[in-house]
């Protein structure tokens, strides 16, 4: 590898650790609006959040057109998955509760984006990478244990099996839409066409629901705050530097980075909402750490 090109990897890495922070802010946003449903908070976040992405890359999008065309079939795949995508991961948080839904979506992505590449790119994963994101994987693992023991009396989630099987399928949308997205890069579509196109396709299938379910937003200053947080932050700018980061590594090293996101999410939510984080979860927040520094140093020559 180049100088030049592991420089540009390092930003690429750099990227996506800033929008797993961002992304792992939502959790913690979600509890200042409980009386807004899954299916509202979701539409909002990203269906708005990628309307904005699609605007801000209009003059991209236009000269990219026949690049587009000519990719239709995985930028209309791309943009399901992107509508997809938020319903199913606030659906999980909803039901398996904030942790488990989180772990779930986040830890089960890597997987599923290295199968997605071995099936359709014809991908082998590097040994290292596979112990990375294993070492992720049991430090979610780890860090969900610790916390679903750690809330004493408290009621328990109203259908975890559901909400499992919801951030199972929040997983694979979300590594779905990150391969598409990258493979619009890799057929000349600038990484601003890419993803604005993909996430305004996406949120413009979103809309219906946010009109169906979006009415508590509108019923404080408090909930409409929420909603355009979400919508602007993690969503849009959030989005903005993954597709900076994903133009520059490959989809299955990007959403393994973002095994982040929870790490940052049961931090937020110990420091602002009060949940003690126990010993054994901190152990899984160090085995997450390990992943990242395992897959993102530089290979050396012969690995």
């Known amino acids: 590898m180049s100088a030049a090109a592991g420089q540009q990897s390092l930003l690429g890495v750099a990227a996506i650790v800033a929008a797993s922070v961002l992304w792992g802010t939502t959790g913690v946003s979600a509890t200042f609006a409980p009386e807004v449903g899954a299916m509202a908070i979701g539409a909002a976040a990203m269906g708005v959040g990628g309307l904005l ?6 003059r991209p999008i236009v000269r990219s057109l026949a690049a587009l065309r000519r990719q239709w079939l995985w930028l209309l795949l791309g943009a399901l998955a992107v509508a997809v995508y938020p319903l199913a991961f606030y659906g999980s948080m909803r039901l398996a509760g904030v ?3 989180t772990v779930v979506s986040i830890g089960s992505a890597p997987l599923l984006s290295a199968l997605i590449e071995m099936l359709l790119d014809g ?13 992720g994987l049991l430090g979610m693992a780890v860090l969900t244990l610790a916390e679903g023991g750690s809330h004493g009396s408290a009621a328990p989630p109203p259908d975890v099996f559901t909400g499992v099987l919801l951030g199972l399928l929040a997983g694979l949308t979300y590594a779905f839409y990150s391969w598409a997205a990258r493979r619009l890069m890799q057929r000349q579509v600038p990484a601003r066409a890419a993803m604005g196109a993909m996430f305004g396709l996406g949120g413009l299938l979103l809309m219906p629901v ?3 379910t979006g009415a508590p937003f509108l019923a404080s200053w408090n909930n409409a705050a929420v909603g355009i947080y979400m919508a602007l932050v993690p969503m849009f700018l959030g989005y903005i530097c993954f597709g900076y980061g994903l133009a520059r590594v490959q989809a299955s090293m990007a959403t393994t980075i ?11 939510a110990g420091l ?8 054994w979860g901190w152990v899984g927040v160090g085995l997450i750490f390990a992943c990242l520094v395992s897959i993102t140093l530089p290979t050396r020559r012969g690995d």
Not at 53 to 58: D, F, H, N, R, Y
Not at 123 to 135: E, F, H, T
Not at 258 to 268: G, M, S
């Open 258 to 268: 973002t095994l982040l996101e929870p790490v940052v999410a049961a931090v937020l």
């Open 123 to 135: 991908l082998r994963v590097s040994l290292r990478w596979a112990v990375g994101a294993a070492l």
């Open 210 to 212: 946010l009109f169906v």
């Open 272 to 279: 602002i909402v009060g949940e003690r984080l126990p010993a």
């Open 99 to 101: 942790t488990v839904g």
């Open 53 to 58: 992405q699609a605007g801000m890359a209009v």
